[in-house]
């Protein structure tokens, strides 16, 4: 490698002009990836899509739709109910199914409007039983010798003994009937006889529809699946619109739902992506200014960008997705472009300032720093690489591009920084040494407090990690959405206060597959099941499925033939039916609504209740449906943290054994970053903050991060041993030369990540939180606790 670096070296000191042209070139040539960027905060980020439960999905979104959209209509039960306004409501329906987004629309008029056609088909069938019935015993009657008084009187009892079976049989008083008026949406008489009882309270069957006791209602619209996330918030507009157009009167609406939710968290990732990126800037200025002071200490900036550049085009040309995950690389590699950037330009000045020339400078600074720097990128690499090993697909993409993304940053920062001193020093003459600046001073007692301590400053971090991971398991997780995205927003809102009327809108729901699932058999046993968890999990409020419906239409039971299964469905509204039951009879959607709790508790259910399907030969009931993924994806995020720590570690080990052939150095690099790992445990207990999709990884950006740190200092000290120096004044002057670019890349990371605390999302704020203290644990352990490892070991090394 040292040759390599050495022919890189002359490569830059006599081509730097070339070597600019090439990446502005390439630049340009990537930069056409960022085009090919897309946004996705669907299932398929959560999951792999070659998961039996994605598929499983994807067809029960396929046949009943994806996500749900509401409108809420908020009036008084005579306005709901006016003419009028079922019209607009019937009218809104037919505009909605036609857009291509909406699989299907479902309202308490579908009821009203199969009641009246039901009402209609019952009156014609009682009146034709009713004249037959006549007919019948006036002919008996004439048969007799009846005179024409006595056949109307036959007629006249006929009549009332056939109005007197009817209600007692059915219930219905065909002379109440009669005075409300024939059957119609217009007959407001009728229509609110058959929503309303005498007392006023809203018939169960419209309870769903018509909550609070009919002072709002509900337009349910299902969402087709797949739509991208872009569109939704641009489909909700749409809607709001169609929705002020029909013409509806004094009732107040309200549209929320998960796809409006989704909307909303596009346009913010979008608006935070802006903000992060501007507050990185201005804060990286802030810190070279502070914490660096050399010749163009900005200089770092730019190369950065063309960096970023570089790995956002990659990204965009291998289809790597921009998710709640992802977005978060960009502050962290800026961070970490910073921190190359600066290591590479505080070895050149120092150079200089031993009185080297600007291209001795050059070929010494990358022999020496490419080497450290190429290392530590080595480590960080298969720290973030075993992120793979994750079954989530946007923690995978988060592990590919921090990868991509250190790799890009060290050589554009490697190849463009050097040119670019080349040209600036072209007429630069070597300079008398200069006295050690006031930050090598004080990183110097730093490093002299760990010679003379190193037993006490073990004892305390190896206690603290301890802590850590004792408390471990003890973290709270959430990967629910609504949870992790910004609090305040007006969608969210929105949603809660609906919910506060119709109740919860969670759902864990099943798709029911056998060969006719309207058999009598395979509804009965659904129906059984679903009895029992009812009865079994007090988190279940309530269930929705073909089996529930037939019930609630032949009073609480399943027909024992397939006829009466058959007439009760062709009686429910095909608006209704579409969203339970699939064209060809071999599909139905089975849905438990469910309290609001937290993902564990949900996930603990979702598997009782998968453990206790008991259905008959060929057929399943398998779990679907975008909240599934969600409750999955906890187990796999949490399943999965623990294991990538030990893989990354056990990896960067490997990998420094094969550089430098010696367990010594590879445990001075690693065993520090180890103990950060469990402060960092210790650190999120106490603050309260819980795993998410981005906290799950800490442990891998730890690793990454931390190792670079302490790599670059034993480098150094590695350095300062073979020029003759003792094991403490070696690993004090290593410190005390690369303290200053080891603090200032550090605070760069640091700067880089706390841009994510400005964010509107829950879950990149605590990420941000979390990875800038980690940043500040890493810095200590690779000041304090290398030092201190080193002096110990060297120390009984001596004495031994």
Not at 408 to 424: A, G
Not at 470 to 492: C, G, R
Not at 668 to 681: A, Q
Request: proline fraction near 3%.
């Amino acid at each position: 490698m040292k040759k390599l670096l050495a022919l890189i070296g002359h490569l830059v000191q006599g081509h730097p002009k070339k070597i600019i042209v090439s990446i502005l070139v390439a630049t340009l040539l990537l930069g056409f990836g960022l085009t090919k960027i897309q946004v996705d905060l669907g299932q398929g980020t959560l999951i792999s899509k070659n998961d039996p439960l994605y598929k499983a999905t994807e067809q029960y979104n396929d046949n009943f739709g994806g996500d749900t959209l509401f409108i809420l209509l908020s009036g008084t039960q005579d306005d709901l109910l006016s003419p009028n306004n079922l019209s607009a409501i019937n009218k809104l329906q037919e505009k909605l199914v036609q857009k291509d987004e909406i699989q299907s629309s479902f309202s308490y008029y579908n009821l009203i409007e199969s009641g009246v056609e039901q009402s209609n088909t019952s009156m014609k069938n009682l009146e034709i039983q009713l004249k037959n019935a006549r007919e019948t015993a006036v002919k008996e009657a004439i048969a007799t010798g009846a005179t024409s008084e006595q056949q109307e009187a036959v007629a006249r009892n006929t009549t009332e003994e056939f109005l007197k079976r009817t209600q007692e049989q059915s219930g219905i008083d065909l002379t109440t009937l009669s005075n409300i008026g024939k059957p119609s949406i217009d007959n407001s008489r009728f229509v609110k006889g058959l929503v309303v009882d005498e007392q006023g309270n809203v018939n169960p069957m419209f309870n769903k529809l018509m909550p609070q006791n009919g002072k709002h209602a509900l337009i349910i619209m299902k969402v087709k699946g797949g739509i991208p996330y872009d569109e939704l918030s641009g489909l909700t507009k749409q809607v709001s619109a169609e929705t002020a157009k029909v013409g509806l009167k004094n009732l107040d609406t309200t549209i929320s739902g998960t796809p409006k939710i989704y909307g909303a968290i596009y346009n913010s990732m979008v608006k935070d992506m802006s903000i992060m990126l501007s507050l990185s800037l201005v804060l990286m200025l802030v810190i070279l200014f502070v914490v660096f002071p050399v010749r163009w200490r900005l200089l770092s900036i730019p190369v950065v960008f063309l960096s970023l550049i570089w790995t956002l085009g990659i990204m965009g040309y291998i289809g790597v997705p921009m998710s709640m995950v992802t977005m978060a690389i960009l502050p962290i590699l800026i961070g970490l472009g910073t921190d190359f950037a600066i290591q590479f330009h505080n070895r050149y000045d120092e150079e200089l300032r031993t009185g080297a020339s600007p291209k001795e400078a050059v070929v010494l600074s990358i022999k020496k720093m490419g080497i450290a720097v190429g290392i530590a990128v080595f480590s960080m690499t298969l720290g973030f690489i075993t992120l793979l090993i994750s079954k989530v697909p946007m923690i995978q993409h988060f592990g590919i591009m921090l990868s991509v993304g250190v790799i890009v940053s060290y050589t554009v920062s490697l190849l463009l920084m050097y040119s670019i001193f080349i040209l600036r020093d072209r007429n630069f003459t070597p300079q008398e040494k200069l006295t050690p600046s006031k930050m090598e001073g004080f990183m110097k007692k730093l490093a002299l407090i760990a010679v003379k301590k190193p037993l006490l400053l073990l004892t305390i971090g190896i206690s603290l990690a301890a802590g850590g991971f004792y408390v471990d398991s003890s973290l709270k997780i959430e990967t629910n959405i609504e949870k992790l995205m910004p609090q305040d927003a007006p969608e969210l809102k929105e949603l809660n206060d609906i919910r506060q009327i119709i109740g919860s809108t969670n759902e864990i729901s099943f798709i029911l597959k056998a060969d006719n699932v309207t058999d009598p058999q395979v509804i009965q046993a659904l129906s059984e099941y679903e009895e029992q968890q009812l009865k079994k999990h007090s988190q279940i409020e309530s269930v929705t499925s073909i089996a529930t419906l037939i019930k609630q239409a032949n009073q609480g039971k399943i027909p024992e033939s397939k006829s009466k299964i058959n007439t009760i469905l062709s009686q429910i509204p095909t608006e209704l039916k579409g969203n339970l039951l699939s064209t060809d009879n071999t599909l139905s959607s089975v849905s438990f609504t469910i309290k609001e709790t937290g993902m564990k508790e949900q996930a603990s259910l979702l598997n009782q209740l998968e453990k206790q399907i008991s259905l008959p030969k060929g057929v399943s009931l398998e779990p679907a449906g975008s909240n599934v993924i969600n409750i999955k994806s906890v187990g796999t995020m949490t399943e999965n943290r623990h294991l990538s720590v030990g893989i990354g570690v056990l990896a960067i080990v490997i990998g420094l054994l094969l550089v430098y052939r010696r367990w010594k150095l590879t445990m001075y690099s690693i065993l520090p970053i180890i103990l950060v790992v469990g402060w960092s445990s210790l650190m999120m207990f106490t603050l309260d903050i819980e795993i998410n999709p981005l906290t799950a990884v800490l442990g891998s950006l730890v690793l990454g991060i931390g190792s670079e740190f302490t790599i670059l200092i034993i480098e150094r000290y590695q350095e300062e041993r073979e020029n003759g120096r003792s094991y403490e004044s070696a690993i004090v002057h290593a410190i005390s030369m690369i303290g200053r670019a080891i603090t200032a890349s550090g605070l760069t990371v640091m700067a880089g990540f706390s841009t994510l605390i400005f964010s509107q999302f829950v879950m990149l704020r605590s990420f941000g939180i979390t990875t800038v203290l980690d940043t500040f644990l890493c810095l200590i352990s690779a000041l304090f606790i290398l030092p201190s490892l080193v002096v110990l070991i060297e120390k009984k090394k001596k004495i031994s």
